[in-house]
Structure formats: structure tokens, C-alpha cells
């Protein structure tokens, strides 16, 4: 038998290759299809996803947008209520300008009226001021107050710059100079001591409560012995038992606790009536009673002790001043300027 070629052989080798070729081939295509499904299916799904995500955020920006459109509502509602309110005040605002637009004109015309008489209005000022220094200087004796408001008065008539008030300028000028070289009583400072005294009264000593001072016995040192030393002892002992004093006035009365509160009120009384007799520059009651202090405290209050020998001392000392200076008379002043602005007053009608 004969064998075959090499083209047979060939041709049948070929033959049982196209079926797997074909099945290859259909696998590959349903591959392909199964992707193509799937990334369909995936394309869709996210289409959706994203869908949603897009209606929930439209969604929301509705929700954003009708609650911004209730607030604009409430704004506008609330700035048509303002713009009332602001009409309303625009309203009495021009109300009040013409109002005062009425004063503004009414206080013009009245200047114009009154600047005629302004002389006049000056003059009725210094003369209050002029009133004023005379009642400090009569009423209550202070001759600072009383220059301070003449120099008020020269001062507001210099302001002026008039020649018509040269005249009581110069008067006042002669009234100031009077009372500078007026002496001066510093009645201040001396009802502040009274005051001290007084506050001082009730813890002053009296002088029944004073106890004799016991000698400072000098305590030599033991030596000679014993005996020596007792008989020293003895002897200071004795010394001791009978004490003798020199008294330079006489004995001190005794009071009752009734008695003590009363002597206190009545000095009180005594310094009391001495102030107001200073702050009227009455120098004989001002010394009367100060004097009448002095020998109370002399008599029934310890003025060895150190608050006793103050007020002692301050009494005595203050019985000393001089409190009824005579005050001089600016009286002048005032009569000229009173005079003055009737004579304007006069002129003005």
C-alpha cells in the first residue's frame, strides 16, 4: 500500500483546527458582550447615582431658596414697618424744626429789643454782685468773700470796655484797696480750735481725780551687811507712811457724777457761746466767755495733766485775739451803681 504525500498530510492536519478556532472566537465575542453589558449596567448605575445626588441637592437648594424667601419676606415686611416708623419720625423732626425755627426767630427779635438796654442788664449784675460783697462783709464779717465779689464786679465792667462806668470802676477800685488793708482775723482757724477744745471737753481730767505722784525712791544697792540693809528698808517704809505736798492752789471740790456732767455741758455751753460771739465779731462776749472757760478749767479740771494744760492753753490764748476789728464801709460802691443804672435805665426809656 501505498503511502501519502506531504500535501495530504498537510490538508488533513488543517482540518480539525477551524472548529476551535470558531469556538475561540465566540468566547472572545461573549467576553466582549458580558463587558460590554457590565459596563453598561455599571454606566447606568452611576448614571443613577449621580441622578439622585443631583435631585437631593436640587432638593435642598428648593429648600435653601424658600426658607431665603420666607427671611426676604420677614425683612421686607419688617423695613416696610422701619420706613414708617422713620416717615413718622421725619414727620415731627420737621415739626420740631419749625418749631424752633419760630423760637430762633422769636429769641432774635427779642435780642434786637433787648441789645438797647444791655448797658442796663450789665449794671443790674454788678449791683447784685456789689449786694452780695456787702452782706458777706456786714452779715458774716468775711472780707475775702466780700473783696473776691468786688473784684467779680470790676472785672465784669472791665469786660465791657465802656467809658460811661469809668467812674464806678474807680469807686470800686477805692472800696477794694479798703479792704485789703483791713487787718485780718483768721476767724476760721480760730472757731476750728474752739471746735477742739469742745470735742475735747468730755475726756479731760478732772481735778479731784488727780492722784499725788509718788516720789521716785532711788534704791541704793545692798552692802554694809544685814542689819544695815534692814534699817534702810525700815526707814523707807516709814517715809512712806506719811507724805507731805505742796499744794499752790486750793483744794479741788468734790462733784457728784451729776455734778461732773453738768460742769462738762456748761463749758461746752461757755465755748459754744464763745464761737458765735467770734463769728459776730463780738469780742466782749467772745472774751467773757472765754474767760469764764478758763477759770472753770482752772479751778475743777486737772491742768497739770497734758490735755488740761492744751486747752488751757488754747483758751488763754485765743481770750487773747483781737476779734471786734471795725470792718470798713463799701457801701459806696454799691449806691454808685445803683445810681448808675437807674440813670441808664431812664435813658433806655
Given amino acids: 500500500m501505498a503511502e501519502p504525500s506531504s500535501e495530504q498530510q498537510t490538508v488533513a492536519a488543517t482540518r480539525p483546527v477551524k472548529p476551535q478556532r470558531r469556538s475561540r472566537l465566540a468566547v472572545l465575542a461573549l467576553l466582549l458582550a458580558l463587558a460590554a453589558s457590565a459596563l453598561a449596567a455599571w454606566q447606568w448605575y452611576d448614571a443613577r447615582k449621580r441622578f439622585d445626588v443631583m435631585r437631593q441637592d436640587v432638593a435642598r ?17 419688617q423695613s416696610r414697618d422701619e420706613l414708617r416708623d422713620v416717615v413718622a419720625r421725619l414727620g415731627q423732626i420737621e415739626a420740631r424744626m419749625v418749631e424752633v425755627q419760630n423760637q430762633r426767630l422769636a429769641l432774635e427779635s427779642l435780642y434786637r429789643d433787648l441789645s438797647g438796654s444791655r448797658d442796663v442788664w450789665v449794671l443790674a449784675e454788678v449791683e447784685q454782685t456789689l449786694l452780695i460783697a456787702n452782706q458777706q462783709l456786714q452779715l458774716a464779717g468775711n472780707v475775702k468773700a466780700a473783696q473776691i465779689a468786688l473784684e467779680a464786679a470790676d472785672t465784669r465792667l472791665a469786660r465791657m470796655d465802656r467809658p460811661q462806668f469809668t467812674a464806678l470802676r474807680r469807686v470800686i477800685s477805692q472800696d477794694i484797696e479798703r479792704l485789703k488793708a483791713a487787718p485780718y482775723v483768721d476767724v476760721v482757724g ?12 468730755d475726756s479731760l481730767p478732772l481735778a479731784m481725780e488727780e492722784r499725788p505722784r509718788l516720789a521716785n525712791d532711788a534704791t541704793a544697792p545692798a552692802s554694809g551687811g544685814f542689819w544695815a540693809n534692814l534699817w534702810r528698808e525700815t526707814m523707807q517704809d516709814l517715809r512712806r507712811l506719811v507724805r507731805i505736798q505742796n499744794a499752790e492752789r486750793p483744794e479741788a471740790p468734790l462733784l457728784s457724777p451729776e455734778q461732773a456732767f453738768f460742769l462738762r455741758e456748761n463749758l461746752k455751753l461757755r465755748l459754744l457761746g464763745a464761737r458765735l460771739a467770734l463769728l459776730a465779731r463780738d469780742e466782749a462776749s467772745f472774751k467773757a466767755d472765754l474767760s469764764a472757760a478758763s477759770d472753770w478749767l482752772q479751778r475743777y479740771y486737772d491742768t497739770g495733766s497734758k490735755p488740761g494744760a492744751a486747752a488751757l492753753s488754747t483758751v488763754k490764748l485765743l481770750a487773747q485775739s483781737e476779734v471786734g476789728i471795725k470792718l470798713p464801709d463799701i457801701s459806696a460802691s454799691l449806691d454808685a451803681a445803683r445810681n448808675l443804672r437807674m440813670v441808664r435805665e431812664r435813658a433806655a426809656r
Fill in 61 to 77: 437648594r428648593f429648600a435653601e431658596i424658600d426658607t431665603l424667601s420666607r427671611d426676604t419676606r420677614s425683612l421686607a415686611a
Fill in 190 to 201: 480760730m472757731a476750728l480750735r474752739l471746735d477742739n477744745v469742745m470735742t475735747a471737753v
